[in-house]
């Protein structure tokens, strides 16, 4: 399996170096999976030995990390400036709108009150056509700003210009380069070369859609422990060390670029900021209507609180999760046409997840989460998979003629659990052996 691999990934990238590659091998490990997590959290690690009919030099040093995440929501998603400044005005001055209304109607006298209220049922078909204007209004706002997503065709809401956006992502990459540039690896580093290879790979296989052919992408390889990689809308491509030491080989490595390749070309970043901006801005009404509700502040506070989460859990973190597997689904036919193994994209998210479980950590809900679980991000791409071999061999790829890479997986885990069960029955002896021995029926 490693000979196939090895020939595999020198005919996907076209080496001309071998040395190169061999010391890119040599830095990250055929089967060493390491990973490393910013938020200082508690790693582990694990050895897991090959079975007897693989290779006995196949072996896995596994060290987890909570969650990995291709795409900050800061790193891949720069927001506008304006609405940086703008946002918390616009909060502040629905609160200052709310509470007037409120302090406005206690300090009104009963009967003034009361001919308010009989006033407004007299007139409530007029109210009821005031809210139902406005509500048309953000309706035809939504629609007429929808526009179709590059190639999945898929509507999208879109509010702010893209070159506007390019500059605001230029301001970012200064500022990313400001605070890594003495952490950037050197073009002479196999690391660097490796990823500046695979990048080139498959923006060149891909140059038939005219997103990706009119990007320039540009490699930045920073030598930090975090498992992270981010593409601005620019075509910038950061790639932390950390994430070289994650994956198991030149396919998973592919899938995983071209999976962060697809955020910039499908324009997620904009998407994501355009949504949020709608939706915050139509929350005004609903923030102004809670704090001249409420009769107290402190209300008002917690009222405000469950409107922001109502939101998050609603509409932005199901959104963020819709846009990964969109982005898993492009990325996958990006590193198809590329000639990679697209059966090692769901292995990656498969040692994830049991790298959780030998870790002990409790599985949250999906719902919690702005990315889809590693266990059903594995699941989607085995869906995807045949559509993307077919697209493969359309390209005249070489055919796969080794073992598939999910059975390899398979049978190591099968060989984990035995051993595991083996190594716990050993123990198990050795402390009954070190015990005196208690003459009881029971023992």
């Known amino acids: 399996y490693r000979d196939f691999l090895n020939k595999g990934q020198r005919c996907l990238l076209n080496f001309s170096n071998t040395e190169v ?8 490990g055929r089967f060493c999976f390491q990973s490393s997590w910013p938020l200082r959290e508690k790693t582990a690690s694990l050895q897991i030995g090959s079975v007897e009919q693989l290779p006995r030099r196949s072996a896995w040093n596994i060290q987890i990390i909570r969650s990995f995440r291709a795409s900050p929501s800061f790193q891949a998603a720069p927001v506008p400036l304006f609405w940086i400044i703008v946002k918390p005005a616009q909060k502040l001055f629905a609160i200052i709108l709310g509470r007037s209304i409120r302090n406005w109607w206690k300090a009104l006298p009963p009967n003034k009150r009361e001919l308010f209220k009989e006033s407004a049922r007299k007139n409530k078909w007029k109210i009821l056509l005031g809210v139902s204007s406005l509500g048309v209004l953000f309706v035809v706002f939504y629609f007429t700003h929808l526009e179709e997503t590059p190639i999945t065709g ?3 809401l879109l509010v702010f210009g893209k070159e506007h956006f390019r500059e605001l992502s230029q301001m970012e990459y200064d ?3 400001e605070k890594l540039e003495s952490k950037m690896l050197p073009e002479t580093d196999a690391r660097y070369q490796v990823v500046e290879r695979v990048v080139g790979h498959l923006s060149e296989s891909n140059k038939d859609i005219p997103q990706v052919s009119t990007l320039k992408w540009l490699i930045h390889v920073v030598d930090e422990p975090d498992v992270n990689a981010f593409v601005l809308p620019n075509g910038q491509v950061f790639v932390f060390t950390g994430l070289l030491n994650a994956v198991s080989d030149i396919h998973q490595l592919s899938f995983i670029l071209g999976h962060e390749i697809a955020h910039a ?9 355009s949504l949020v901006h709608f939706l915050d801005f139509l929350s005004l009404i609903f923030l102004t209507m809670i704090w001249a509700i409420c009769p107290r502040d402190s209300l008002a506070v917690v009222g405000q609180w469950i409107q922001g989460k109502l939101q998050e859990f609603m509409f932005d973190r199901p959104y963020s999760r819709t846009l990964e597997a969109e982005a898993d689904k492009v990325g996958l036919q990006f590193a198809a046409k590329a000639c990679a193994d697209v059966r090692a994209s769901s292995v990656f998210w498969q040692q994830m997840e049991l790298a ?16 889809p679980s590693h266990e059903n991000r594995a699941e989607h791409l085995d869906r995807l998979i045949p559509e993307a071999l077919k697209i493969r061999e359309s390209c005249n790829c070489p055919s796969l ?17 035995e051993s595991s069960k083996d190594r716990g029955t050993q123990n198990s002896t050795k402390r009954d052996l070190s015990k005196p021995k208690l003459d009881f029926p029971h023992t």
């Open 21 to 28: 590659y061999k010391n890119a091998e040599h830095s990250w």
């Open 154 to 156: 898929r509507a999208r």
């Open 175 to 177: 500022m990313w380069m």
């Open 265 to 273: 070309v499908l324009e997620h970043a904009v998407k994501k900021a």
């Open 356 to 371: 959780e479980t030998i870790q002990g950590q409790p599985k949250l809900p999906e719902w919690l989460s702005t990315h």
């Open 401 to 417: 003629s080794g073992p598939d890479p999910r059975l390899i997986f398979r049978l190591n885990m099968q060989h984990l659990l």
